[in-house]
């Protein structure tokens, strides 16, 4: 079955460390989407990709970086993580079709842990 | 997100009973309205959604309604079962843009047996 799938799926990293998290799909889907959750605060958006050469920043960009090295693959980076980016990670995947809004598909979500 | 507002943010409910739960939106030119259910421990998936041209919208026990004057919508779930227990986020657009959706804080359903 066409899938998201997230890359680590749990990771404990130490304050001022560099870490990637990646996402792949196989939908053939252009639209790529990264989400931080944190309790009570719903899904918050930081970063999302209509194609390969389109990046643009969500609600909270600010401590990330993205890479769209193709269309099937979306990362996600903290140049220098801290505690308060502690939080569950999703990656969601949407068709590019003519309407401006479809229905997005979410990766199974990184728990990230910055001591 | 600031453009989206839910209510409530937990509902217990006995089983059988019927289940609502609101969001408010501040754009008035928004014109798409999805529901996610998130089971513990799992991901975000949809389970309904409503484009602004019509009113209402349902799908065996789930459904949703839209206000576009009063700029609010609703979800509701009819004869609960222990396995609606989850957490529900509405979605509306970003105001001022016309490519992201702005989720609401989310509201823990539970189903008592």
């Known amino acids: 079955d066409a899938d998201v799938t997230q890359t680590p799926r749990n990771r404990i990293t130490k304050t001022g460390k560099r870490i990637m998290l990646e996402c792949s799909q196989t939908k053939g889907h252009d639209r790529m989407y990264w989400y931080r959750q944190d309790p009570g605060l719903g899904l918050q958006l930081i970063y999302y990709?209509?194609?390969?050469?389109?990046?643009n920043k969500g609600e909270i960009s600010d401590g990330y970086s993205v890479s769209r090295q193709a269309q099937a693959k979306f990362s996600l980076s903290l140049e220098s993580a801290i505690p308060n980016q502690t939080a569950l990670y999703f990656c969601?995947?949407?068709?590019?079709?003519?309407?401006?809004?479809?229905?997005?598909?979410f990766g199974p979500g990184t728990r990230l842990t910055v001591l | 997100g600031e453009n989206v507002e839910q209510h409530p943010s937990t509902l217990s409910v006995q089983e059988g009973d019927s289940a609502v739960i609101k969001c408010t939106y501040s754009?008035?030119?928004?014109?798409?309205f999805p529901w996610y259910k998130q089971e513990l421990g799992k991901r975000p998936q949809l389970i309904i959604d409503i484009r602004s041209n019509v009113g209402e919208k349902k799908d065996q026990r789930i459904a949703v309604t839209l206000n576009k004057t009063a700029k609010h919508f609703s979800l509701h779930i009819t004869e609960t079962q222990p396995e609606d227990s989850a957490v529900y986020f509405c979605?509306?657009?970003?105001?001022?843009?016309?490519?992201?959706?702005?989720f609401g804080s989310g509201t823990q359903l539970t189903v008592l047996p």
């Open positions: 754009d008035s030119a928004s014109n798409y």
């Open positions: 969601a995947t949407s068709a590019g079709l003519a309407v401006s809004y479809n229905e997005q598909f």
């Open positions: 979605a509306a657009p970003i105001t001022g843009s016309a490519r992201q959706l702005t």
């Open positions: 990709s209509f194609d390969v050469k389109d990046i």
